[in-house]
């Protein structure tokens, strides 16, 4: 139900920096913190190098980088990036292979991560894609290793980052090994995961029902999407998968490639009529045993670092294009503000990357948004085309309860065998690990990861059943990533696409994570095309009382609950040119209710899409010259909340006659519904939000699955307004009460009054929403909690007043759970994009592109960034030249 979020990185080695705290006392500070600074002017000389290649650095140090071949155009992006960030990168890659504990030492929450990445194998089907990926793709791969390789070949961990300096301080780490192109595909399985759509609500329908006991009621916490006042990404009735402008499928979108991969694990199944035991009713689902395997399930998938901490109510991301009609210049303009997990560093990089003369040989003239450790740009634009995304969140996993006696599982009234193996988890300064995986044909076994590690197992009988039949249930997940992709052709191949054929062909080959693509180019057009690979339920069987489309979890032992395949990706929904000339893809349904593919039932409510849709055509009525790009900047920064909008009137409504309290009440009279950080009708407001959430929810749900505030719960509470004495208005702590909307709303409004009195003093007007709402940007994984105050000093930014808030335009999301209103999301970077002159662009980051605290890049973005500003982005070679502050030259080593 709330937010559940991972565990962070940051929490993981607060014993061992302690140890290390003398470093940041000592006089020798200074030395260490400055020693992995990098020279970032001068002559290098790169081995492997065919040409020569100059890298140019904005006031910034945003790197553009210009070669003659492709092959020395990656070799020399992987060092420059090893220049900014490579202890980041060789954290990523110690959690994708499930070897945090390797790098951090022994720590429960570090091997929790590793044993849960090691059995459901990410590594393993990286490896895999690496081995499919066409020659030149791998090449690429291979030259950005090369470059990697070569800056930190001759430099001492200490020479690399002071995060290693510290860390060793505390264990004996391992040699700092080689970059590999496995190390940049295995990236591509953490992005997956964090954007792998519905997981969270899957298993919040399982374990509510435990404590609310009744199917209906849980399904009124996951309200339908609301098509009649929010509109879906592409508006025109039955122009899905068509085009109104001159794009057309090529013929490589009918390549076998393209046509949606079938899910070998998971082949289509025509058994003859098993037994019927496959009853999946409400009290199925309530029994302790099923209960005690989700709550397995859920704590191993918990265990996962997050590293980008998009899956979660009220995290989402904001991508829109405007049509030429209605812009000042005649052409396109784009914009783009994911949002995910904050950090320090922020986790994208700036980057371009340039080819000399662009040829058929040499394709590349890009600039925009990438991951260290990744090759290529992923958000940006070339010389001809731009793009945004935003998570499509397709459903592609499935939870699967499965009756295992012993190592095998029970499938269509027969035991099957599953597949077994160990793997070794090393742990610096302490003894080695050993866990057991064991997989289904429908996946890896999450509920085994912890009995692995020797928490407690789970067992109890099937109501009906023998009490004393030796059969556990336990949890695995179906996921469509556990497939081996193209998703690294497809970076490759956006980056060089120059119309929208091409681009349709090249991000359809990203089938992990599902993204919503927005597109401008050049000659005018713009377009959408959705992205993923998402798997075809069976039908399940007319006895069961639970939803078989992937909203709940399913029998494993029933073959009718199975995967049949995939949904080809020349069916994926998309679109050029639509008569409204804008597009806005912001996390909310793609089609209308009765469009085709259903690719999920938990979409993001609306509420930011519809807001910047609101804004859009509003700002195009008021400005006859067209919109302009500061017209887009102003969009990014808007804070209103849309569920004050709904709320407010109705608790101006409520009778509180006490002066004390109707003093903070009347803050909400003539309220905008904005939430800049100086507001105080804000402060208060989300205050009484959270009282409500608690009120009416918390008495219900089980530990865990509290409201975090988020779009859901806005359409939760906005449901049952109208219904004044629902059971949720009611507190069961009280059993001689029965509380109704009013008296949840009166008790609301007054507490808040008195919390706020208690933590921002006795005068409402001068309460603060910035002061509450408050943003602490951390480092990892020296930056965390616990750790002494001065590393935290030198390593962490902040804290600061965030503006905005959850599921508003300007997303510094927040969790109403917590306690706290700290940030936990926000913005990762903004950017707006001008065809008529890339030029002309906007772009600014989270934080800065240098991940050493030491260095004037690690944080020289942050004030703009926080308010709603941002730097110019230079394309042509003569304007980054003209912006350029420093200069580095390549050639053969």
Known sequence: MTRRRAVRVTALVAVAVVVAAVLVVGGGALVLVRRPLPDRGGDVKLPGMTGTATVYRDARGVPQVYASNPQDLFRVQG????????????LRRHVTAGRLSELVGRNDDALRADALIRTMG???????????????TRGYLQAYSDGVNAYIKDRSPSELSVSYTVLARANDLEPIEAWTPLDSVSWLKAMAWDLRSNYDEELARARAVSTVRDIKRVNQLFPAYDYAQHSPIIQTAGSAGTSSGTAQLSSSLANPALAGPTLASHPPTSPAEPADTSEWKTSSLEDAGVQRAFAAADAAVDAIPDLLGANSDGIGSNSWVVGGALTSTGLPLLANDPHLATSMPGVWVQVGLHCTTVTTSCPFDVSGYTFAGLPGVVIGHNDRIAWGMTNLAPDVTDFYLEKVTGNSVEYDGKLEPMSVHQEQIKVAGGDPVTITVRRTRHGPLLSDVLTSLGDAGRSAPVPGEDDDRNTDYAVSLAWTALTPGTSMEGLFAVDVAHDFTSFRAAVLKLQAPGQNFVYGDVDGHIGYQSTGTVPVRGPGRASSTVPVDGTWPHPGWDSAYDWTGTVPAKNMPWEEDPPQNYIVAANQAVTGPDGTPVLTKDWDYGYRSQRIEDLLTTAAKRSPGGLTVADMQAVQGDTRNGIAAVLVPLLLKIKVTDPFYREAVDLLKGWDYTQPTDSAAAAYFNVVWTNILDLAFADELPEGFRPDGGDRWFAVVSSLLDNPRNQWWDDRKTPDVTETRDEVLRRSLVEARLELTATLGKEPKRWQWGRLHRLELKQTPLGADGTPGLL??????GPYEAPGGSSIVDAFAWDASSGTFDVVAAPSMRMVVDLDNFDHSRWVNQTGESGHPGDKHY?????????????????????VQEASREEQRFSKG
């Not at 060092?79 to 060789?90: G, I, K, P, S, W």
């Not at 990286?126 to 081995?131: C, D, G, R, S, T």
């Not at 935290?792 to 930014?797: A, E, F």
Request: net charge negative; proline share 4%.
């Open 79 to 90: 060092y420059v990036q090893a220049e900014d960030r490579f202890f980041e990168m060789d």
């Open 122 to 136: 990410w590594r393993d089907v990286a490896e895999q894609e690496l081995a499919k990926l066409p020659a030149t």
């Open 792 to 797: 935290q000093k030198l390593v962490n930014r």
């Open 859 to 879: 944080d020289d973005q942050i004030e703009t960034w926080l308010a709603n500003k941002d730097f110019a982005w230079p394309a042509s070679q003569q304007a």
